[in-house]
């Protein structure tokens, strides 16, 4: 017997097939989302998140635990453990959230200074600041919701400008920035994706060695790079499925898939649809 999916993100075994998902979590003490949120291995997209009001608690119990108040952001990246839930000495935790598999040129904006286990946290410190961005998480979900063919486009630029308000705000500057060579290769990545990209080109353009290159890319997104090189593909591949007019084959030669059949599956593997499928969803 296959199990029925769960499509309501806010509750456990939410796939996260799709590249952008918002929404609030309204925590009520003794209301039905009042469980622990507990993913040890993290999801493989990235999770944005702010306390619009009362307080939260981040991996409790241990000597990480953090209380989250109003204005309070975390950037939990793709694979990292997280643990958290309402503070048990707060009647309630709203949070806003977004989802998302981050662009290659983003890279600079997911290097925050304060980081706890793999996640950033960052406090907004002005309420004119907190609404600023509350009313960016707002719009990307009214956008979302929206569903015309440029939604996610404009969700993700919302996102992209959260992201620059953050480091914007960012009290601390980094301590350790983005390493020059990773941020060379996510550019050159994102201008050759159209092409066969070995991790031996790669970490030439690098000047590293190939294990070294693979070892601090990994470190330093926190995913591998061919996840990294697939999730920019599969973006660009909805951006053309969405806009234009060409045939799933085309898409796929464009970005350097010589077998269509393959690329179909690993556009399904990713988002749980075939391209076709995909497109016609959105039309
Ligand atoms: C929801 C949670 C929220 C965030 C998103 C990705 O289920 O309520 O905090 O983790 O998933």
Same mark, same amino acid.
């Given at each position: 017997?296959?199990?029925?999916?769960?499509?309501?993100?806010?509750?456990?075994?939410?796939?996260?097939?799709?590249?952008?998902?918002?929404?609030?979590?309204?925590?009520?003490?003794?209301?039905?989302?009042?469980?622990?949120?507990?993913?040890?291995?993290?999801?493989?997209?990235?999770?944005?998140?702010?306390?619009?009001?009362?307080?939260?608690?981040?991996?409790?119990?241990?000597?990480?635990?953090?209380?989250?108040?109003?204005?309070?952001?975390?950037?939990?990246?793709?694979?990292?453990?997280?643990?958290?839930?309402?503070?048990?000495?707060?009647?309630?935790?709203?949070?806003?959230?977004?989802?998302?598999?981050?662009?290659?040129?983003?890279?600079?904006?997911?290097?925050?200074?304060?980081?706890?286990?793999?996640?950033?946290?960052?406090?907004?410190?002005?309420?004119?600041?907190?609404?600023?961005?509350?009313?960016?998480?707002?719009?990307?979900?009214?956008?979302?919701?929206?569903?015309?063919?440029?939604?996610?486009?404009?969700?993700?630029?919302?996102?992209?400008?959260?992201?620059?308000?953050?480091?914007?705000?960012?009290?601390?500057?980094?301590?350790?920035?983005?390493?020059?060579?990773?941020?060379?290769?996510?550019?050159?990545?994102?201008?050759?994706?159209?092409?066969?990209?070995?991790?031996?080109?790669?970490?030439?353009?690098?000047?590293?060695?190939?294990?070294? #290159? !693979?070892?601090? %890319? +990994? *470190?330093? &997104? /926190?995913?591998?790079? =061919?996840?990294?090189?697939?999730?920019?593909?599969?973006?660009?591949?909805?951006?053309?499925?969405?806009?234009?007019?060409?045939?799933?084959?085309?898409?796929?030669?464009?970005?350097?898939?010589?077998?269509?059949?393959? #690329? !179909?599956?690993? %556009? +399904? *593997?990713? &988002? /749980?649809?075939?391209? =076709?499928?995909?497109?016609?969803?959105?039309?």
């Amino acid at each position: 017997m296959t199990e029925a999916i769960n499509l309501d993100p806010l509750m456990p075994g939410y796939p996260f097939n799709a590249h952008l998902v918002a929404g609030i979590t309204p925590i009520d003490q003794g209301g039905e989302l009042d469980f622990w949120i507990e993913r040890p291995s993290g999801l493989k997209g990235y999770i944005l998140n702010l306390t619009t009001s009362g307080s939260g608690l981040v991996f409790p119990g241990s000597k990480h635990e953090t209380r989250v108040t109003t204005g309070d952001m975390m950037l939990i990246p793709a694979g990292a453990c997280h643990d958290y839930g309402r503070h048990p000495d707060a009647p309630n935790w709203h949070h806003r959230w977004v989802y998302f598999r981050p662009r290659a040129t983003w890279s600079e904006w997911l290097n925050w200074a304060q980081v706890t286990r793999n996640v950033g946290f960052m406090t907004i410190e002005s309420r004119e600041r907190v609404q600023l961005i509350s009313q960016l998480f707002k719009d990307i979900d009214n956008s979302r919701k929206n569903g015309s063919m440029l939604s996610e486009e404009l969700g993700l630029n919302l996102l992209e400008q959260i992201l620059i308000r953050c480091r914007e705000f960012d009290q601390q500057r980094p301590q350790a920035p983005l390493d020059n060579r990773i941020h060379r290769v996510c550019q050159f990545i994102n201008d050759n994706l159209s092409k066969e990209l070995s991790i031996a080109e790669l970490s030439s353009v690098a000047c590293m060695s190939s294990s070294r #290159f !693979s070892h601090l %890319f +990994r *470190k330093q &997104l /926190g995913i591998p790079i =061919r996840q990294w090189i697939e999730d920019q593909r599969i973006s660009l591949a909805r951006q053309l499925l969405l806009t234009t007019d060409l045939a799933v084959s085309q898409v796929a030669q464009y970005l350097g898939y010589q077998d269509a059949l393959y #690329f !179909s599956r690993v %556009f +399904r *593997k990713n &988002l /749980g649809l075939s391209p =076709r499928e995909f497109r016609k969803s959105h039309q």
